[in-house]
């Protein structure tokens, strides 16, 4: 697993930025559900955290029912959690960041179709 360089947010903790990144992986498949997820350890050494925060993290998604743990396997992601956050995502989206994009877009009287071609003119 390559390192990636990450700006983290003092608004939240890490560990649950952390988890964000874990459904971010799964959501665009780079964690495809029966597969394994990075080690504790190599989780914490890509995003630079001590492994006790990606611990955490993990402890947090087994908690919420996205990953399970397999014994002398590590931890992989559950069949079938793919639909079921992509179902919380698309609802968080239009509840928390919607709003305020259709905002701004009315602030700078653009419209979707102007979003899709590209021109602002």
């Known amino acids: 697993m390559r390192r990636r360089p990450h700006k983290w947010q003092n608004e939240q903790p890490i560990y649950k930025q952390l988890m964000d990144e874990v459904v971010a992986g799964i959501l665009d498949r780079r964690y495809p559900e029966g597969q394994r997820l990075p080690s504790v350890r190599a989780l914490?050494?890509?995003?630079?955290?001590?492994?006790?925060?990606?611990?955490?993290?993990?402890?947090?998604?087994?908690r919420e029912g996205v990953i399970e743990t397999l014994r002398g396997e590590g931890?992989?992601?559950?069949?079938?959690?793919?639909?079921?956050?992509?179902?919380?995502?698309?609802?968080?989206?239009?509840?928390?960041?919607?709003?305020?994009?259709?905002?701004?877009?009315?602030?700078?009287?653009?419209?979707?179709?102007a979003l899709f071609t590209g021109s602002a003119d």
């Open 75 to 113: 931890f992989i992601v559950r069949e079938g959690v793919h639909a079921s956050l992509m179902k919380r995502e698309r609802s968080r989206f239009m509840k928390d960041e919607w709003p305020h994009l259709r905002a701004r877009l009315a602030r700078m009287d653009l419209d979707l179709q």
């Open 44 to 62: 914490a050494e890509a995003y630079n955290v001590n492994p006790l925060t990606s611990a955490k993290a993990y402890r947090e998604l087994q």
